[in-house]
T-cell receptor, first 116, second 112 residues
């Protein structure tokens, strides 16, 4: 079983609040990712990291920010939450592989965010 | 055109039947192809990966890849009610910096 953890699992918050979604993995993986998923829709990559102090924006524009100070920790922050941020956020990690092989993604349980 | 396309379903099959799930992709340079299963309210988990043309079998699951037709499929033999889930096709897209691009998934329902 994958050792990747997300907190909180569920969060209901008011507009304008700052939130941080936590993600930690104990597998020593270099690569970590944040995906956003709405019901019946594709997973969209919003941020990724290939190692400590490395962060990149993904394919879906997002107002969130991430940091990677430690290998095991990849938090996502929204400075001012809005109803349009309501979604499921999935954190994932993978072993560093060749450039032609992303490899298996291990997902956390997800954080379901509702902004009122 | 979406990078990875799947029929959203739901695909309903009786218990014991073969379920056939299909996926097409647009990036001809793609090298790696994956099938993830996602139960309702849960996160995706990898069930099959395939990298070369042809078939790859793992238990009741068979992945099929045809790069010329840009088509990948998943067959589930002897379908069980526990196979009821959403199946996500994912493709390693060179156009997107060698990152995984997911389809929207096909809902499979296995009726007992």
């Amino acid at each position: 079983e994958a050792d990747i953890y997300q907190t909180p699992r569920y969060l209901v918050i008011g507009t304008g609040k700052k939130i941080t979604l936590e993600c930690s993995q104990t597998m020593g993986h270099d690569k970590m990712y944040w995906y956003q998923q709405d019901p019946g829709m594709e997973l969209h990559l919003i941020h990724y990291s290939y190692g400590v102090n490395s962060t990149e924006k993904g394919d879906l524009s997002s107002e969130s920010t991430v940091s990677r100070i430690r290998t095991e920790h990849f938090p996502l922050t929204l400075e001012s939450a809005r109803p349009s941020h309501t979604s499921q956020y999935l954190c994932a990690s993978s072993e560093y592989g060749s450039t032609l092989f992303t490899g298996e993604l291990f997902f956390g349980e997800g954080s379901r965010l509702t902004v009122l | 055109q979406k990078e990875v396309e799947q029929n959203s379903g739901p695909l309903s099959v009786p218990e014991g039947a073969i379920a056939s799930l299909n996926c097409t992709y647009s990036d001809r340079g793609s090298q790696s192809f994956f099938w993830y299963r996602q139960y309702s309210g849960k996160s995706p988990e990898l069930i099959m990966s395939i990298y070369s043309n042809g078939d790859k079998e793992d238990g009741r699951f068979t992945a099929q890849l045809n790069k010329a037709s840009q088509y990948v499929s998943l067959l589930i033999r002897d379908s069980q009610p526990s196979d009821s889930a959403t199946y996500l096709c994912a493709v390693n897209s060179l156009e997107y910096g060698n990152k995984l691009v997911f389809g929207a998934g096909t809902i499979l329902r296995v009726k007992s």
